[in-house]
């Protein structure tokens, strides 16, 4: 089993910046790639960015290319997701995953983190 704690959400003022931060304890060796998600209120959780941990590979969804950046560092077992040029849409409770070994999806999932974004 993966654990997953997140961290560095906040209030910004729109035009500023967060990071967050992943860190993963217990099995991490089962995972493999980790990611972000968001649940604005009212909405559907949805994809942010993910990242393969071996190859650095990185995949983003449209509404933040360009303006966040997720990486890694693996000798600590965390994940980091820099968002620079906020917007107020970008208002959520951001969840960090991650995918597993013989597990469908995104299988492990942290406990959220709230980012506020004013205007």
């Known amino acids: 089993q993966v654990q997953l704690v997140e961290s560095g959400g906040g209030l910004v003022q729109a035009g500023g910046s967060l990071r967050l931060s992943c860190a993963a304890s217990?099995?991490?060796?089962?995972?493999?790639?980790m990611g972000w998600f968001r649940q604005a209120p009212g909405k559907e959780r949805e994809f942010v960015a993910s990242i393969i941990k071996n190859s650095g590979s990185t995949i983003y969804d449209d509404s933040v290319k360009g303006r966040f950046t997720i990486f890694r560092d693996n000798a600590k077992n965390t994940v980091y997701l820099q968002m620079n040029s906020l917007k107020p849409e970008d208002t959520a409770v951001y969840y960090c995953?991650?995918?597993?070994?013989?597990?469908?999806?995104?299988?492990?999932w942290g406990q959220g983190t709230q980012v506020t974004v004013s205007s």
């Open positions: 995953t991650a995918r597993t070994f013989g597990e469908p999806g995104w299988s492990t």
């Open positions: 217990g099995r991490t060796s089962s995972s493999y790639a």
